[in-house]
C-alpha cells in the first residue's frame, strides 16, 4: 500500500548565532588584559603626602625624574622607562626634549617624583640636574593625604 508522504514545512529559524560574537569578544579580552600592564607607567615609589592642587592637564607630557628608595633615577621618557639611568644620560635627553619643545613653542612641563624613603640629598640632585638641563621650573609630585579627595 502506497501512502502519499506530506511535505512537511519548515520555518525558518529565528535565533540569533551568538557564537562569533563571543568570540570577538574573548579576543578583546585578551587584548585588553594584554595591553593593560603596559599602561601603567614609570617606577613604582611611594610618594609622600601633602596637600596641594592637582595638576592641569597639558597638550605635551611631562617629563618625570624618578628617584626610588635606593637613590636610583628614572625618566618617564627614557627607551626603558623602569631601567635606571645615570645623572648625565638624564641630563642629556631632558636637555634635548627640552631643547625640541622650545622649538616647537610649547613649555615643557618637568618634574621630580621621589620615594618619601629616600635621601633628600638625592632629590635635591634630581632637581639640579633639571634645572642645569634647562628647566625654568622643576614641581614635586606627592600623594594627596587619605581621605581627601
Known amino acids: 500500500m502506497n501512502v502519499p508522504i506530506k511535505s512537511v514545512k519548515r520555518r525558518p529559524i ?11 569578544m574573548l579576543v578583546l579580552l585578551v587584548i ?7 599602561l601603567s607607567q614609570g617606577v613604582n615609589v611611594d610618594l609622600p ?6 595638576l592641569t592637564p597639558k597638550d605635551k607630557e611631562p617629563l618625570i625624574v624618578s628617584v626610588d628608595a ?5 625618566l618617564n ?3 626603558n622607562p623602569s631601567q635606571p639611568l ?11 626634549e627640552l631643547a625640541n619643545a622650545k622649538q616647537q613653542g610649547q613649555e615643557q ?3 621630580v617624583k621621589g620615594d618619601n624613603r629616600v635621601n633628600y640629598g638625592k632629590i635635591m640632585t634630581a632637581m639640579v640636574l633639571l634645572q642645569q638641563a634647562g628647566a625654568k621650573s622643576v614641581g614635586l609630585i606627592t ?7
Do not use: H, W
Not at 585588553?32 to 603596559?38: D, E, G, K, V, Y
Open 109 to 111: 612641563p618637568v618634574f
Open 86 to 96: 645615570d645623572p648625565q644620560a638624564i641630563s642629556q635627553r631632558v636637555q634635548s
Open 14 to 24: 529565528a535565533e540569533i548565532n551568538v557564537v562569533p560574537y563571543i568570540d570577538v
Open 77 to 79: 621618557i627614557a627607551e
Open 32 to 38: 585588553f588584559m594584554m595591553t593593560t600592564p603596559l
Open 49 to 54: 603626602q601633602a596637600k596641594a592642587k592637582p
Open 70 to 74: 635606593q637613590g636610583n633615577y628614572y
Open 143 to 149: 600623594e594627596p593625604p587619605p581621605g581627601k579627595n
